[in-house]
């Protein structure tokens, strides 16, 4: 399905479940009895942590921050800020952090190394997509759904200049 003459479908909404069905039943064997809580980036990796958190079947705990280093290109400005921070206490939790895409690596490591420093018991990152084409920085991503190619991806959440979050599917931008 093309959703407009700039996408094309990458991954459909079903792919996309049994992906998200997947990392959930990862996730549920490794914190099974453990007090999770789950760090969701803004705004990319909203529509995927929730269908994620739905299917974890655990009493999980929800905290968001918000990382910005996108103008309205598509290229990273390679400046990252963080915009929100958390406002949950982490030291002795195990937190699960959420991202839409890696992609450049450069705002999940600020991320990370952030977290690091708050002293949790256990961290780890799961990412719906990982573009290691783009990598600046390694990334280890303990809980992975797809890798995609070079190309910019939208949908699912995931969008160019605050537009095409509300594709179903993860689409890319066709450049042609």
């Given at each position: 399905?093309?959703?407009?003459?700039?996408?094309k479908?990458?991954?459909?909404?079903?792919e996309?479940?049994?992906v998200?069905?997947?990392l959930?039943?990862?996730?549920r064997?490794?914190?099974t009895?453990?007090?999770?809580?789950?760090?969701?980036i803004?705004?990319?990796?909203?529509?995927?942590?929730?269908?994620l958190?739905?299917q974890?079947?655990?009493?999980?705990?929800?905290?968001?921050?918000?990382?910005?280093?996108?103008?309205?290109?598509?290229?990273?400005?390679?400046e990252?800020?963080m915009?929100?921070?958390?406002?949950?206490?982490?030291?002795?939790?195990?937190?699960?952090?959420?991202?839409?895409?890696?992609?450049?690596?450069?705002?999940?490591?600020l991320?990370?190394?952030?977290?690091?420093?708050?002293?949790?018991?256990?961290?780890?990152l799961?990412?719906?997509a990982?573009?290691?084409?783009?990598?600046?920085?390694?990334?280890?991503?303990?809980?992975?759904?797809?890798?995609?190619?070079?190309?910019?991806?939208?949908?699912?959440?995931?969008?160019?200049?605050?537009?095409?979050?509300?594709?179903?599917?993860?689409?890319?931008?066709?450049?042609?």
């Open positions: 399905m093309v959703y407009s003459p700039q996408t479908v990458l991954f459909t909404r079903d996309i479940q049994r998200v069905n997947r959930a039943l990862e996730i064997s490794d914190y009895g453990k007090r999770l809580l789950v760090v969701g803004l705004k990319g990796s909203f529509v995927f942590m929730a269908d958190i739905r974890l079947a655990l009493p999980v705990e929800v905290e968001f921050v918000r990382l910005s280093s996108y103008g309205a290109g598509k290229e990273t400005s390679g990252v800020r915009v929100q921070g958390l406002e949950t206490a982490i030291e002795g939790r195990d937190v699960l952090v959420v991202e839409d895409i890696v992609d450049t690596g450069l705002s999940i490591s991320l990370l190394n952030y977290l690091r420093e708050k002293r949790p018991a256990s961290l780890k799961c990412s719906l990982d573009k290691p084409s783009r990598r600046k920085v390694p990334v280890t991503i303990d809980y992975l759904g797809f890798t995609v190619p070079y190309k910019f991806i939208v949908g699912y959440g995931i969008d160019f200049d605050e537009k095409f979050r509300y594709l179903p599917d993860i689409c890319f931008i066709d450049e042609d």
